[in-house]
């Protein structure tokens, strides 16, 4: 394209300066002409997959309150349909589905479920993950790593897989999946979850090399996040022996600790920020 050329409407968000230019690169980026823009959610549509509780929930609801336009997936009615009234209470355009991140058909329709209601997708947070009981490498079975991986690893690959064509027709996307620091330090006791978090981090680090060039930045989070509030949250030994090692001596809070770093992680702030895993975890795990 040549140099100066028009790209209006590319990437625009309804109601939002308009922030596309040309650039001497081979795609257009935004324009640092307005730093305050750069920063906002506002308008943006947002997908966050496990949005009925914890992280999730967190996330969504953060984002929400800065005026992100949010589809929350989850697989639960009674969750789903507590976390929309929740977010309507905002005042926040909220459209919920039901979604079983297992199922490829399932994912197919929250998307085009999106597309549908507000005609683009900016955003897809991967946070949803089957759990199952905790074994080791000796006992660990095949349909427990079966679970982890079509959960984890097949759930954020399909999703991811769905969004491309709408990110790069627009040459604008961000998608925020989930690591753990327990599979970067090989936790005792978390065979198959570790292989499943160390996947979806390679999964990123590569969608991150192969689609920088359409405009879609591609980052992890590994947090350290309680997922109840209260006393119910500091009961059990996993918390005790996580607070005696994190040098702020506390669980994350979904919402305000998380959701911020998924905040910038959704923005035109992180344009220059790809293939990245960052650890929310108060300092527990510090990485170069």
């Known amino acids: 394209m040549p140099h100066g050329a028009s790209l209006s409407g590319v990437g625009k968000v309804p109601g939002m300066p308009e922030l596309w230019t040309d650039t001497d690169g081979e795609y257009p980026l935004p324009a640092p002409v307005d730093a305050r823009a750069m920063h906002i959610v506002e308008g943006r549509v947002v997908i966050v997959t496990g949005a009925g509780r914890g992280v999730g929930r ?15 997936a989850e697989w639960k009615p009674d969750l789903l349909d507590d976390a929309v009234r929740e977010i309507e209470g905002l005042g926040s355009e909220v459209l919920g589905v039901v979604t079983n991140i297992m199922e490829p058909e399932q994912i197919d329709h929250m998307v085009d479920a999106t597309i549908d209601r507000f005609g683009r997708v900016d955003a897809l947070i991967n946070n ?4 199952r ?3 080791g490498i000796a006992t660990v079975t095949e349909a427990d790593v079966d679970v982890f991986y079509e959960s ?4 954020t690959l399909r999703a991811m897989q769905t969004v491309y064509p709408h990110m790069a027709a627009q040459r604008w996307g961000r998608i925020v999946n989930f690591a753990s620091s327990m599979g970067i330090t090989g936790g005792a006791g978390f065979a198959a979850y570790n292989a499943s978090k160390e996947a ?3 999964l990123t680090r590569t969608a991150a090399r192969e689609w920088a060039m359409d405009g879609i930045v591609v980052n992890a989070i590994a947090p350290a996040a309680a997922t109840h509030k209260g006393a119910s949250a500091q009961q059990s030994d996993g918390y005790r022996r996580f607070v005696e090692n994190c040098p702020m001596r506390r669980q994350g809070d979904p919402e305000w600790d998380i959701g911020p770093l998924a905040w910038f992680l959704c923005s035109d702030a992180c344009r220059y920020v790809t293939g990245h895993t960052f650890m929310a975890d108060g300092g527990a795990f510090m990485w170069a």
């Open 58 to 72: 967190g996330m969504a609801v953060h984002l929400a309150k800065g005026g992100a336009r949010l589809v929350l």
């Open 128 to 131: 949803a993950q089957t759990f």
């Open 133 to 135: 009981p905790l074994a």
């Open 152 to 155: 984890g690893v097949k759930g």
């Open 200 to 202: 979806i981090r390679a």
